[in-house]
């Protein structure tokens, strides 16, 4: 069942170029509007709403993250992002103007669930992102969209992961076309570039040497940090929790500004800084929040464009990855973190596809 593969988890990574597709197909077509046949939305409905909150835990959370992002920069309405157990718990703003997007792959997360129902209680209207057909969540939902990744077995989340993402990125054009806050040529070159996408990622699933060369050397160490500004952020943010689950190792994500504001207290000698560049405009300054930590000794292990040949100059190792657009580049960028995670967790001889401590569905609060 593992269709050659020695873990679920390494087989749930390679399939990404698969499941990237059929989330895509059908939903996404050049030179038509996106179509979302189970989201019922108008664009009034969309007007009426004041604003949209997207809830989720772990690394659905993570996935709410960029779709903040996409969602404010394309269609311009402000949107907030919370785990779930602390949204229930902080007496948020809910009525018939919220607008509220759950993301979870189970559809069973007991305190997603309870956000999805707190808030139609109170007249919010849900979308649901889920994996899973007929689940409580897809269910109770008024509105669904399955990222039809194929059953996801492995305890730490990948394939579901990216086609969250391809979920929130679809759910922002769908907004920018109903709204009209985008020029429709921008649209379609988002749109296009999307379609490639399987292709790019299955190129960086070709040759991994330079990954697992990495992960040998770090497999050693107790604390790693993860750096980056913009998407590359929140890229550091899940990036750096598929390592804590896959390798046990204690790992920590900075935004790159933040680090003269306490953390760069930490890097010393030796240290590992894990690092993604695809934010063209935020090239410069990650350029210097990474020579800052070189030059207290760290070694650095940047993700960036195949044309940025640059970041050599000043790192240790360099993953390139195919160039695309900057707004969807993480769907591209996160997949060598995920090798990275695996293969460490390989090295120091882990169970991978179940990490101790977890399970695949938090169903108790
Ligand atoms: O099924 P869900 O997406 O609601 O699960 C949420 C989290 O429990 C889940 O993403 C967890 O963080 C994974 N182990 C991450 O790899």
Known sequence: EKGGYAHFTIKEIYEQPKALKDTMTSRIIPGEKIRLDDIHISKD??????????????????????????????????????????????????????????????????????????????????????NVVG????????????????????????????????????????????????????????????????????KILKDTTKIEHFADKIHGEKDVFYLGRGLDYQI??????????????????????????????????????????????????????IKEVVSRGAKVMAITYEDNKDVEKYSDEVIYIPNTMDIIAPILAVVPTQLLAYYVSLYKGLDVDKPRNLAKSVTVE
């Open 45 to 130: 409905m969309l007007t009426n709403y004041s604003r949209i909150y997207i809830v989720a835990c772990g690394t659905a959370y993570h996935a709410g993250l960029i779709g903040k992002v996409a969602i404010e920069n394309l269609a311009r309405i402000p949107v907030e992002v919370d785990v779930a157990s602390e949204f229930r718990y902080r007496n948020p703003i809910i009525d018939h103007k919220t607008l509220l997007i759950t993301i979870s792959q189970s559809g069973e997360t007991a305190d997603t669930l309870a956000v999805l129902r707190e808030s139609q209680t109170k007249g919010a209207r849900v979308i649901a992102i889920t």
């Open 236 to 289: 550091a943010v899940e990036a750096s929790l598929k390592l804590k689950e896959l390798s046990y190792i204690h790992s920590e994500a900075y935004p790159g500004g933040e680090l003269k504001h306490g953390s760069i207290a930490l890097i010393e000698e030796g240290i590992s800084v894990i690092t993604s560049l695809t934010q063209r405009e935020l090239f410069e300054k990650m350029q210097s929040n």
């Open 135 to 202: 689940s409580s969540i897809a269910r109770e939902a008024d509105d669904v969209f399955y990222t039809w990744a194929g059953p996801e077995i492995g305890v730490a989340s990948t394939k579901a992961y990216l086609t969250m993402l391809v979920a929130v990125y679809s759910i922002a054009l769908h907004f920018a076309e109903l709204l009209g806050t985008e020029e429709t040529s921008y649209l379609e070159e988002i749109k296009k570039e999307m379609l490639t996408l399987p292709e790019k990622v299955a």
